[in-house]
């Protein structure tokens, strides 16, 4: 017996939320409202299941992108259909800018974040999105284009929270013939025939080109990802295991151990990666394979080789590690002080200063230095490393690159680490090296006892 699309369609959301306990626990919800056929079937099939048990609200974004008599429309359906159902809504109106990562990425931003706003307004527990399998297909080739990974590859999730999408696994064919067997108008946004985007030039052009050779593609991809996903989620569980033993984090950055990763698959490595950037910057969205490429190819060049990523981040071969972090512009440093300083914050160092007359040498540990006080010049200062720097040895000269370089000093950590100077120069690189100078002997009268210590 044939079904109705009706029942169809209704059956299959229903089975769609309960698979992903979409509407578990919630008692009111916003649906994303464009007034589009998709908005339109989902308000409709989820007022029909649950209108009696959820409060609905309707949010429409006014992105102020297109003409002002096609949103009109939209708005006054909108309008229409609250009124309909006797739902509460409400019509929000923001102004996209332009920026790096492209308009159309910028409204998507904002439009995410005021119906999250909306949501937590209104004090709703979640946000369901029109997002249909056409989509999801859209999105996987998308993504393929980019080369965005097995990741990327899963397209559209079903469940993202606040986010659920209950028509997932419908077709748009499917959709419009439920709203013409229930009669629901809707309106339609002219922009998305416009083949200039590259999603509209997928969904017009190539996809129905795809759908000669396979009538099934949708079924296809949709088994396809759903096999991507189990395999992801298997991988990722290995790579969280793994990330514990190889990575150490700072406060900007987040170093790999290079020996460990290399003992571990490329889809191992390949995941971690990905799981350093979240950390630093929570998603991965800017993000290709091409950049975790060449991240992990770093372990081939010679330390000091950097590359920049994008969303400010940069990657950098700094010995036996490749260090991921957020790009910051050097600051210079100086702070003036006298040789009775009891306490001075410097950065994340923590300095104590006194001048006494006697010192037990037997007592010194290796983040203290004494100097004779008539053997520097003063006044004091502590700053961070300038251009031609240079510190006298027992043998001379030596620049401070060749220091750090002599005790492996990671290059994301030298521009934090403070000098003790006088208004000769250098007199104490602090964790590393002293001046061959201001030593104390049986002449000496003042001693400056300098300690320093990290507060993390």
């Known amino acids: 017996m044939k079904v109705s699309i009706r029942k169809k369609i209704s059956t299959e959301v229903q089975n769609t939320i309960e698979e ?37 609200h309707l949010a429409y974004i006014n992105h102020g992108l297109r003409p002002h008599k096609y949103l009109k429309i939209e708005e006054d359906l909108a309008r229409k ?47 369901a999105l029109g997002h249909n399998l056409d989509d999801m297909l859209e999105t ?20 993202r929270l606040p986010y659920i999408r209950p028509l997932i696994n419908i077709k748009k064919v499917e959709i419009l013939r439920y709203l013409k067997a229930k009669k629901l108008s809707y309106s339609i946004d002219e922009t998305n025939k416009v083949t200039g985007y590259r999603r509209n030039l997928l969904r017009y052009r190539i996809i129905p080109e795809f759908v000669k050779i396979n009538p099934q593609i949708h079924e296809t991809i949709k088994r396809e990802i759903d096999l991507l996903k189990q395999d992801d989620e298997y991988f990722e569980k290995q790579a969280e295991r793994v990330y514990k033993n190889v990575a150490a984090r700072e406060l900007n950055c987040i170093s790999l151990d290079i020996k460990k990763i290399l003992r571990y698959n490329i ?4 995941r971690i990666v990905m799981k350093v950037i979240k950390e630093l910057r929570g998603k991965l969205d800017g993000f290709e394979s091409k950049h975790f490429e060449a991240i992990i190819g770093l372990k081939n060049k010679t330390s000091g080789k950097k590359i920049d990523l994008p969303k400010g981040l940069y990657a950098q071969r700094e010995y036996d590690n490749i260090t991921i972090g957020i790009a910051e512009p050097a600051k210079s440093m100086e702070i003036r002080i006298d040789s009775d300083a009891k306490l001075l914050i410097s950065g994340d160092i923590r300095v104590r200063m006194q001048t006494v007359s006697k010192f037990d040498l037997k007592s010194r ?27 006298e040895t027992k043998i001379g000269k030596k620049r401070i690159k060749n220091i750090y370089h002599e005790y492996r000093i990671p290059l994301h950590k030298r521009k934090g680490i403070m000098m003790l100077c006088d208004q000769k120069g250098i007199l104490w690189i602090f964790g590393a090296v002293r001046a061959f100078r201001g030593f104390i002997n049986k002449k000496t009268k003042k ?3 300098v300690k320093f210590e990290r507060t993390h």
């Not at 993504?143 to 899963?154: E, F």
Request: net charge positive; aromatic share 8%; hydrophobic share 45%.
């Open 20 to 56: 992903h306990n979409m509407l578990k626990q919630v008692k009111k919800l916003v649906i994303a409202f464009s007034s589009g056929p998709d908005s339109v079937c989902l308000l409709n099939v989820l007022h029909t299941l649950y209108g009696d048990k959820i409060d609905f």
């Open 81 to 127: 259909y609250a009124l309909k159902y006797n739902i509460k809504h409400r019509i929000i109106n923001i102004k996209v800018k332009k920026k790096k990562i492209g308009l159309e990425a910028a409204a998507r931003k904002m439009r995410y974040s005021a119906l999250l706003k909306y949501m937590n307004k209104v004090g709703a527990q979640g946000i």
């Open 140 to 159: 996987f080739f998308m993504n393929l284009l980019r080369g965005s990974g097995a990741r990327g590859l899963r397209s559209i999730p079903a469940v």
């Open 267 to 270: 889809v191992i490595i390949n």
């Open 365 to 391: 540990k290796s983040n203290c230095e004494i100097f004779d006080l008539d053997g520097i010049e003063l006044p004091l200062l502590i700053r961070n490393k300038r251009k031609g720097d240079y510190i």
């Open 447 to 449: 001693i400056l006892v």
